[in-house]
């Protein structure tokens, strides 16, 4: 009898799921209005299609862990979603998202006459006669094309992931005094002649811009300083009140890799450099300096002055960003993990993902990134 039972109930269930036939997988519920009210009535999408694009990268796990995910449109916010144990006031790290904003602190340096972009940078330890480094420029170091012998990541039959530059830099044997270490390298190819991407490079430029700034030793002076001028040139004209660079201990600004922000405070600064360093009305960053930042540099296409650029790379190169879907003026701060702050000038958007996402997932979350974009209209 038991037996019989179990036969019945199988038959049953066999016949219910063919009900809506057997290649229609059932539709998921529609959401409530209170689920989809992390999405504006302004928004320009309908709620229901744009939380269809947004929920994958919550909810597929193809996509790894997504902690936030805001999305400016014409300078609004129309939707703002939070993992679980995240919110508004949470601070993410940047990874390596804060070399834009180390561009970006260059440029008013640039820009005040204090620095020049073609000269040979200003490091001490590069001006002895017939040190090859004394050839590296501003250019050079902000389109990471330094020439000095850099190593970003372990690579197979290479160097290991502990014996990789940036690991040493910045959590062993460099990290007392990571410009020091990063300039201490040797060159492997002239000055201009490669690309290399290179969180070093950028620990140089964070370096540049403190002895610009002041001329002591002193690693709390050193900090105070380049903490003042950041606070003062970006965090307060932007009204970032959330953000917290990082320092080393010898005052160094860690510019390549670790400011603190909250997901707005990163929409904030992709939404001034969409308006090409202004915020209300107030130009605070040249235009010049924005438009050099999204220029192709030579040696990569897809990247400008230390910020990704929506294109194509040379064969050979890890794909970043979705040139095949959306405009090649989109640009990127993008991190370690996942980390994206997203801009599209021509759709007066800016796109903020923040998470944990390990580099075997990061081209489907990318991808979605881009499916959610292609959603909104082109201005034209």
């Known amino acids: 009898m038991h037996k019989i039972k179990l036969a019945l109930i199988s038959g049953l269930m ?9 290649d229609e997988p059932a539709e998921p519920p529609e959401k409530t209005a209170a689920e989809l009210a992390y999405i504006s009535d302004q928004s320009p ?16 796990p193809a996509m790894a862990e997504t902690r936030a995910l805001l999305i400016m449109y014409g300078g609004k916010i129309i939707a703002e979603r939070y993992g679980d144990g995240y919110d508004e006031d949470t601070r993410f790290i940047s990874w390596s998202m804060a070399k834009s904003f180390t561009g970006a602190l260059i440029g008013f340096l640039v820009a005040d006459g204090r620095l020049v972009l073609d000269d040979p940078a200003p490091v001490p330890a590069w001006q002895r006669s017939g040190d090859p480094r004394g050839d590296i420029t501003l250019r050079h170091l902000l389109h990471m094309s ?13 160097k290991s992931v502990f014996e990789a530059d940036t ?9 007392q005094d990571m410009a020091a270490y990063a300039e201490a390298r040797p060159m492997e190819a002239k000055a ?3 690309f290399e991407y ?16 002041t001329k002591s030793t002193d690693p709390e002076v050193r900090h105070a ?31 390549g890799s670790i400011i603190q922000a909250t997901a707005r405070d990163y929409a904030k600064f992709g939404e001034f450099l969409r308006n090409n360093g202004a915020r209300k009305g107030a130009q605070h960053l040249p235009v010049s ?4 930042m999204k220029t192709s540099s030579e040696n990569d296409p897809a990247y400008g002055g230390h910020i990704w650029l929506n294109k194509k790379r040379p064969e050979g190169r890890n794909p970043v960003l979705f040139p095949d879907n959306g405009p090649d003026t989109i640009f990127a701060a993008l991190g370690h993990l996942g980390q994206q702050i997203v801009v599209s000038p021509e759709q007066k958007l800016t796109v903020v993902r923040l998470g944990k996402t390990q580099d075997d997932m990061l081209a489907p979350m990318s991808a979605q990134i881009g499916r959610i974009m292609a959603l909104f209209p082109i201005d034209g």
């Open 14 to 22: 066999l016949v219910l799921s063919g009900c809506g036939g057997a």
């Open 45 to 60: 999408i309908a709620k229901a299609r744009l939380d269809a694009a947004i929920a994958p990268l919550f909810e597929d």
């Open 146 to 158: 330094s020439g000095l012998d850099h190593t970003e990541t372990g690579e197979p039959g290479g």
């Open 167 to 175: 690991n040493r830099m910045l959590f062993l044997d460099g990290a």
């Open 192 to 194: 201009g002649e490669k």
């Open 198 to 213: 290179s969180t070093a490079s950028t620990i140089i430029l964070s370096d540049i811009i403190t002895r610009t700034l």
């Open 225 to 255: 300083v380049t903490l003042r001028f950041i606070r003062g040139r970006l965090l307060e004209p932007l009204g970032m009140d959330g953000s917290y660079p990082e320092f080393d201990s010898n005052g160094t600004l860690i510019g």
């Open 289 to 292: 300096w924005v438009r050099f």
